[in-house]
Every structure is written in C-alpha cells, then in structure tokens.
C-alpha cells in the first residue's frame, strides 16, 4: 500500500499544481469561463505553465523530490491566498436528467477501467522506453542533459515535463494517471460545449464516442501525448469561440496564446494550432488584427523557444530529429530520415483501400481502432448546414493536415473530437439517434467485445488489473507478461557495471533499467555502430573491390575524388582511401585535414584502416560529392586508391588537385579495378570497432538480424553470452587479450 499512497500523492500533488497554476493565470487575465468549465480549463491552461516550471528547474539541475514538491505546495498556496480558485458563479444549461443518465450509464464503466488501467505498473511500448526512458533518466541525473544518442530526446517533451512532476513522487503510474487526467477532461469539455451551443445530448453522444474509444482508452492510460494534445486543441477551440463572443478581452488572447504554444511543446505536428489561432484572429478582428497576433506570437514563444533553442545548442538543429538535409549535424542522418518518414506514412499498409477498416475494426496494421461506429464518420459532411459544424470540420481538417506524416490509428486522436461532434449534431434533429450511436459505440468497445471483430494483437484494453493497481500483485510480474524485453531489461540492471554502454537494435523498456542502452536507429551513432556490426554479416558489404584512380605525377596541395554519378536510390561509400606516390602511399600525417561533400562528420571513417568501418554520403548520389584531403603542404602524388564494396560502381570517379594559388585543377584520371580476396576476419573486427567505440556489449532480440549468426560463430566474433531472456539474448564483448586467450 505505500506505493500506491504514493503514486495517489504524486498524481493529486502535480494535478492540483496545475490546476492552481491556470487558476492565477487565468485570474491575471481576467478571463472567466463558466463553473462548469472553469476546472477543467484550469487545468489544461495551468499544465502548459507547469511544464515550463519543470523545464527550468531541469536547465537549473533541481530536479530533487523536495524541490519539486515545494515548488506544487507554493503554488497550491498562492492560488488559494490570492483567491484564484473560487469558482466562477455563471453555469452552463443543465443537462436534461436523460442526457445524465446515459453519460453515468455508459461512462462510469470505462472510467474505473481507465483509472484500473492508469495506476497499473506502466506497460505501453512507447511509454516504457523513451517516454518515460527520458523522464527517469533526467531525474536520476537531477537535470536535463543532452541525449545525443536518442531521437526522441530531441523532439519537444512538454507532456514529459508533466509526468516529470509525478514521477519524482510516484514514479511510472503516477506519470500515466497525469496523462489519464486529459482523457477525463477531453470529454468533459465536449459536452459543456454541446451545452452551449444548444446541443447537450449530440455533446453527451460524442463525448462518449471519443471516450470509449479502444485506441483513445489505451492511448489516455499510458505515458503518452496523443490524448492530451487532443484534449488541448479542444480546450484551444472553445477559447478561440469566446474570442469571437468577447474580442475586447485581450486576456483570452494571451490564453490562446499560452496554449497555441503548449500545443507545438507537446507535439511537432500540433504546429497547426498556431496558424488555426492566427486565421481565426484574423477573421475576428480583420483589420485591427496586429495587435493580437502580436499578442499570440508573444505568448505562444515561451512555450515554443524553449524547445528550439534547446535542439539548436544540443542538436545543432532547431527541428530536431527532422529536417537534417537544412540542419547537417553529427547527430541524425538524413538518408536515415528519409526511410523513418517512408515507414510513417506507410506502415505494412497493403493498399490504402484498406486503411478505413483498419483503423476503425481491425486494428491489424495501424496500431489500434477507433471503433466500428466511426465507418459513419461522413456524416458528419451533413454538419456544414450549421456554423458550429463548419467550425468543427474546418478545426478537424487543421488537425488532420500532419496526418499523412504518421498513419497510425493514434494520430487521429488530435482531431477526432471535432470530428465526432461533427457526427453527432446532424443527428441531434432525430430523437434519440444520439443516445442510439453512443450506445452502440459503447457496447462495441467494451473489453469483451472487441475480439469478436478485431484482430487479437489490436492495441487495446483487455483487462481490469485492479489488484496490480492497488499492488496487492506483484508490479514484476505483471510487466514480465505485458513487456516481452523487460526481464532482459532488469537483467542488464544486475550484469552490465555502471559506465559500460549496451547496443540493441530494438527498444527496451528504459523507464526499468539505469543501463547505458543504445537503440541502434535513435541516432547517427547508433546507426553507425548497426552499420559496422552488419557489415561482418553482409558480403556484399566488404571491401574487396580496389579503385587506382592515375593522374599524372604532381605536387599538390590538396586532393578530391569526385563522384558524377546521380542516383538518389543508394549511397556513395568508400572502406578506404589511400593515396600514393609512385610504389608509397603517403603516410597519413596530423597535418592533413579532410572534408567531404556531404557528411563531413564521419569522413574519418574512410582513413581508420579498418575493414568494418566505411563512410557513406548520407545522401542518395549525386554528380559533384567529393572526399577531399588537404594535406597541410605539398605532397608528391600520382594515385588515389579507394576501398569499396561491390555494391559501389567501379566508374564515375575524378580527381581534382588543389595548387598553391588555391585553384582546383582536373587532370586527366585513369581508373583501374581489381577485386580482392575476402577478408577472413571481419566479426572480429566489427567486434574490436565497437570496443574502440565504448560498447562491451550488444543485446540481440529474436527478430534482430544476426541473432543466429552471433550464436553460431560466437567465438569467431569474440563474444560471450551472459544471459537469455524471453529469446532476448545479452553478449559481452571481449577485449583482445580475452579473445586472444581463447582455444582455438
């Protein structure tokens, strides 16, 4: 019981911080809702201002439990001393007692399934690994550090600053029940707006239509975002309408403001909501609009620089992980991007005829669904008769535009409550045709319904777990059967000494483990050690074709070799380049310097004398990409020599030489070719690379390719199992003189 009295302190203590928080903001800018929406707004408005209070305390390195803990007691105070949270007189129209009945009918079930869920040990996929992989690291460190070697570290963390809070008291479940207090909120905010457009039941049907929904329900229990941005462009929505109801209170546009930029801190792809609130200003104000979109780009900054200037220090890139080809840096590969968007906006997608059914029945391809009920979602189109539904599809429409980024089932959490409001007002003419579809929807997501239609893999709820909720079981159990990795994960707590580094090639959940764990694909580093640890594996990835660029005989100051071939579909690589004078190659000396065109940060990699390293452009090829070396002062040459793989084109190559004046000159260059015998040691030598690198371990996961490899040859790569979990298999590497020493 101590833990959940913690995990309830944690949760209640953060919560009641950011609703004190929006409280006084809202007091500041003397802008009153009504008593029904008043907490709720509140909250909302006041988490964007917490999650700034949690940003500095981590800029500052104070993330310690009593720091943050005074900080929530000070701010519930001063939001009591000053009168803040006194409830607004003004009330919405009541709920007719039918309306109510139907709400507590069809709600109060899915309610104690979510709170169950919530306070359940946290088990989701995303939430496990670097949601909370993030938020634990940064308060075991006391502070936000760079995190070089995850891309997710770079992208905005407004929510994670929120379950930060928590987690410094209640750790994992606390951090969830901050998110489940958006998936209680979001519904709620629906229905006081049917209330006040007149349409309490069409509010009451589509506020249950998001709440009971499979994928909103598990996505809203777990360390997630995507239930909270929802949430927030909701609350944003019904602050843009009172604008229009009260365009002299400069205060609701500060407001607007606030959450605007909370939208982008919480997630890149809710930027939207920033151009809707500027189109909307402009519509109301028209020709006196340059003050409030001065007030909006004021206010929305504080949320949103903080984030920008972060991934410029850190990142060396304002939109971190994205956008490398404007941004170059060592950190993110842009060929790497371009794959990761592809299978965004692709997933195993056969046809995208196939995509309506997916998302809302079967859940098979797409993680997650929205429910059958949401085949009917084109009746909303018939809501363009009124104005409410024109502003309900145009906002659905904002949220939708980032969409096609990112297909899966969740991202369309951002917009489905406007498109479920939109669903439900041209229904609200026919008796009872509300309450029809909401029940419908209901019976249809509960937990013991879902099988029957959906596949059995689908992202959903399936149980009640109250007993690990209140930790009468046991939280170990409960996440070695929900998270297949997290009994190698707590094994590489017990074997892998502080310090050392473990590259995997699939994630982990790290919210459980203090390990020093490498995702291969989270960053350029980790790409590039995947990349040295597959090219032992793959053939066609070895070195055995030499390139003898002749020139003629020649004192230079500097040497390329340019590449003319075009073709965006594959890389420029290079194992190694050598350059020679007459039957010497000249030595390598600290006076030269290299460059390359593009990615400069790894062109060391073609001068390393290893087998298992090589460069690569970064970019699909393209006439003019060069190598370049400038020696530092003249050197006599007459020949470059390029290792390569025989995926790489033996034509296609010149030479440039640079004089003393600094001219680039082109001699004729003659091209040579000579295929050598395979190299006998490359896992060895990949190996020995990854050690050069500070990685003594690798952990394989039965999917990973070269599991069965690594188990076969296990003494040729110079490897030694120290555990299997679940078919996770963990290796340590060994130095040379443990290799060295083995029998042979």
């Known amino acids: 019981m101590p833990a959940v009295f913690y995990i309830l302190l944690g949760w209640l203590l953060t919560t009641s911080a950011c609703i004190a928080l929006g409280a006084i903001l809202l007091k500041r800018l003397r802008v009153q809702f009504s008593r029904d929406e008043s907490p709720a707004l509140w909250f909302v408005a006041g988490s964007a201002l917490y999650s700034l209070l949690i940003f500095a305390l981590g800029i500052l390195h104070l993330y310690h439990r009593g720091v943050i803990v005074g ?22 129209p009541a709920l007719p007692k039918t309306a109510k009945r139907i709400a507590a009918v069809c709600g109060v079930p899915f309610l104690l399934l979510y709170l169950c869920n919530a306070m359940a040990p946290e088990a989701s996929p995303d939430g496990s690994s670097y949601h909370l992989g993030l938020v634990a690291k940064s308060y075991r460190e006391h502070a936000l550090h760079p995190v070089t070697t995850n891309m997710y570290a770079a992208l905005s963390q407004g929510m994670e600053m929120i379950f930060l809070g928590a987690y410094a008291v209640g750790r994992h479940s606390a951090a969830a029940l901050m998110h489940f207090n958006f998936l209680i909120a979001l519904p709620w ?24 929904s499979p994928v909103v329900g598990i996505d809203g229990i777990s360390a997630y975002n995507d239930v909270a941005a929802a949430c927030l462009l ?105 794959g990761y968007r592809a299978q965004l906006a692709k997933y195993t997608l056969p046809s995208w005829k196939d995509w309506p059914l997916d998302v809302t029945v079967y859940g098979a391809q797409l993680t997650g669904l929205l429910g059958p009920v949401f085949l009917l979602a084109p009746i909303a189109l018939l809501s363009l008769r009124t104005p409410a539904g024109r502003r309900l599809l145009l906002a659905a429409l904002f949220f939708l535009a980032t969409y096609p980024s990112n297909i899966g089932t969740r991202f369309l959490i951002p917009a489905l409550p406007f498109a479920a409001l939109a669903m439900t007002l ?25 099988p029957r239609y959906s596949v059995h893999y689908a992202w959903r709820l399936d149980k009640w777990p109250w007993r690990q909720a209140l930790r009468i079981k046991s939280e170990e159990e409960f996440l070695d059967a929900r998270l297949s990795t997290y009994a190698i994960a707590r094994t590489m707590e017990q074997l892998v000494p502080p310090g050392r ?29 995947r990349d040295i640890f597959l090219t032992a594996l793959i053939k066609e990835r070895h070195p055995v074709m030499r390139l003898r660029l002749r020139v003629p005989a020649v004192k230079t100051q500097a040497i390329r070799v340019v590449q003319n071939r075009d073709d965006s579909r594959s890389q420029w690589s290079v194992g190694e380049m050598r350059i020679w004078n007459r039957s010497a190659e000249v030595k390598r000396a600290p006076l030269w310097r290299l460059r390359a065109k593009p990615t400069l940060h790894e062109v060391q990699k073609a001068f390393d004398n290893s087998f298992a390293t090589r460069w690569l452009t970064d970019h699909g ?52 070719s000579e295929e050598l015998p395979p190299y006998q040691g490359m896992r060895r030598a990949a ?56 029998p042979k």
């Open 501 to 529: 580094r473990v590259l995997g090639f699939s994630q982990v959940p790290e919210a459980y483990t203090t390990t020093n764990y490498l995702v291969g694909f989270q960053s350029a580093e980790g790409n590039g050690l």
């Open 71 to 92: 900080a929530a007691i000070v701010i519930i105070f001063a939001a009591i001393r000053m009168g803040a949270l006194q409830l607004p007189a003004g009330q919405l």
């Open 621 to 672: 090829r393209y006439n003019g990409m060069y190598i370049e070396v400038d020696f530092g002062r003249e050197e006599s040459i007459d020949a470059v020599e390029l290792l390569q793989a025989n995926d790489q084109s033996w034509e296609g190559y010149h030479v440039e030489l640079r004089s003393a004046n600094g001219a680039w000159t082109k001699p004729k260059t003659t091209i040579e």
């Open 234 to 338: 909701f609350t944003l929505f019904t602050v843009l309408n009172e604008i229009e109801q009260a365009p002299d209170n400069h205060g609701l546009v500060v407001l607007a403001g606030v959450l605007s930029g909370f939208a982008y801190a919480i997630k890149y792809t809710l930027f939207p909501a920033l151009f809707l609130t500027a189109l909307y200003l402009a519509w109301v104000y028209r020709a006196r609009v340059f003050r409030p979109l001065l007030i909006v780009a004021a206010s929305s900054a504080v949320s949103i620089l903080p984030w920008v200037v972060k991934n410029v220090v850190w990142w060396q890139n304002p939109l971190a992980p994205f956008f490398n080809h404007w941004f170059p840096n060592p950190y993110m590969q842009y060929w790497f991007e371009i």
């Open 426 to 450: 041209p229904l609200a003419s026919i008796r009872f045709a509300p309450a029809v579809i909401a029940i419908l929807h209901v019976v249809l997501s509960l937990p013991v319904a879902i």
């Open 687 to 742: 190996v020995e690379e990854l050690l050069r690198r500070n990685v003594q371990y690798i952990l394989l996961q039965p999917d990973d390719y070269g599991l069965d490899d690594l188990q076969l040859n296990g003494k040729v790569w110079g490897v030694q199992e120290i555990a299997d979990r679940g078919g996770s298999h963990l290796y340590r590497l060994l130095p040379k003189e443990e290799f060295e020493a083995l």
């Open 189 to 212: 905010l629906m229905v006081c707006y049917g209330r006040r457009i007149g349409q309490p039941f069409a509010g009451i049907a589509a506020a249950l239509l998001v709440f009971a």
